[in-house]
């Protein structure tokens, strides 16, 4: 028998995700984010009374967290992401100062996609520019990871994960000059944020919450600072949220595999994108 929680409006449904006031499971339709956690439909409003955390909850939580499960695809990420920029900096100039080989062989080029670098839509993912570049987006992806791969479990997460980078991958060769390099895990990211601004909608029914205002503020800064790349966050983002609704809302229907052959479609519509731009160089 399978030790995951399962959600308590919702017994048929397997949750990780626990409401941060009395510790019930909870599953992404009984979510309501909240300025300090995720809580569950009786203590989402104002006011609400504080109930004691299960004991059997509360002492599984805690094994899982000290055993670093509660989003170990999140942690792995982080992990190989930082594997990946301390090659290149062994290889490049310095610390901040990333090349050699592998930067140059992995990242995103529209000229080299069109030689049939097909590979550099998924490589280019884990590249970053700077030691700044690393730090602000593995801290996101940390931060916004963790509560996404706990609504959808670690494998679906996976799925999003690469969908909304290669999404991002595409958006990037379209608005780009065809011999401008890009890297970074920002399209990814964002295809995370999409996944949040799904699951609070589910959970709320309306878009105007915290999801939203993060989108809009990481767009704004987007669009003001320069060299960033808007194709690659905006097909990021656009990834994320088709990605995560299929997920989702086709998470309990029958078959179970409904929800990843969508996201695998979404994945096709990425490379055809991506196919029909480098086309066009030639």
Avoid at 129 to 135: E, M, W
Avoid at 189 to 196: D, E, F, K, Q, T
Avoid at 259 to 276: F, K, R
Wanted: hydrophobic share 50%; glycine share 12%; aromatic share 8%.
């Amino acid at each position: 028998m399978s030790d995951t929680p399962h959600c308590y409006r919702h017994p048929g449904r397997e949750t990780l995700v626990s409401c941060s006031e009395c510790g019930r499971p909870i599953c992404e339709e009984c979510m309501t984010f909240a300025p300090v956690g995720i809580k569950c439909p009786d203590h989402a409003g104002v006011g609400a009374a504080r109930r004691a955390p299960s004991p059997q909850r509360t002492a599984r939580q805690a094994q899982h967290t000290i055993a670093g499960l509660e989003a170990p695809a999140t942690v792995g990420l982080v992990a190989l992401n930082v594997l990946v920029y301390l090659v290149t900096v062994y290889q490049g100039a310095g610390v901040s100062a990333p090349g050699g080989n592998l930067f140059t062989s992995w990242q995103l080029v529209g000229t080299d996609v069109g030689d049939g670098d097909w590979y550099r839509l998924v490589t280019a993912m884990f590249l970053h520019a700077s030691l700044l570049h690393l730090a602000f987006n593995m801290l996101a992806l940390y931060w916004l990871g963790t509560v996404v791969e706990q609504a959808l479990g670690s494998s679906r997460f996976l799925l999003l994960y690469f969908v909304s980078g290669i999404a991002g991958s595409a958006g990037a060769l379209l608005l780009s000059n065809p011999s401008q390099p890009t890297v970074g895990a920002s399209g990814a990211i964002y295809g995370i944020m999409g996944a949040l601004l799904v699951l609070e909608y589910m959970a709320t029914g309306s878009f105007a919450g915290q999801a939203l205002g993060l989108i809009v503020l990481n767009l704004a800064l987007t669009f003001a600072i320069p060299n960033i790349s808007v194709g690659g966050h905006l097909g990021g983002l656009i990834g994320g949220i088709l990605a995560t609704f299929a997920l989702a809302h086709f998470r309990y229907a029958r078959p179970r595999s409904l929800g990843p052959a969508l996201v695998g479609l979404i994945m096709v519509a990425s490379l055809l994108v991506a196919y029909v731009r480098v086309e066009s160089y030639v």
